[in-house]
Nanobody
Framework: QVQLVESGGGLVQPGGSLRLSCAVSGSIFRISTMGWYRQVPGKTRELVATFTSGGSTNYADSVKGRFTISRDNAKNTVSLQMNSLKPGDTAVYYC??????????????WGRGTQVTVSS
């Protein structure tokens, strides 16, 4: 069974930094795209950043220049370094991975989410 486990959320003041990490475990054959999404109550989940297996990255316009996504293929982890945080970044952040299992078809997998709160 594939699992994604996030860590690193919390409370930070505006202008501060946080680093989120996500570890993927289970019977995995291949991980294609990995990334981070976020959601606030009453709104749809939105893309924050993605990192493809080919090494390409993509960012939401609202986080460009402030957030950096990284990936460690040897450890099956993806991280999100968030700098210059704003109150508008407050949300639950979800780790995402497009995974083909050793005995399962390719599918989208999600972590349970980690709360990020930016407030003074």
């Amino acid at each position: 069974q594939v699992q994604l486990v996030e860590s690193g959320g919390g409370l930070v003041q505006p202008g501060g930094s946080l680093r989120l990490s996500c570890a993927v475990s289970g019977s995995i054959f291949r991980i294609s795209t990995m990334g981070w999404y976020r959601q606030v109550p009453g709104k749809t989940r939105e893309l924050v950043a993605t990192f493809t297996s080919g090494g390409s990255t993509n960012y939401a316009d609202s986080v460009k220049g402030r957030f950096t996504i990284s990936r460690d293929n040897a450890k099956n982890t993806v991280s999100l370094q968030m700098n210059s945080l704003k109150p508008g970044d407050t949300a639950v952040y979800y780790c995402y991975a497009d995974i083909t299992g050793r005995t399962t078809l390719r599918a989208d997998y999600w972590g349970r989410g980690t709360q990020v709160t930016v407030s003074s």
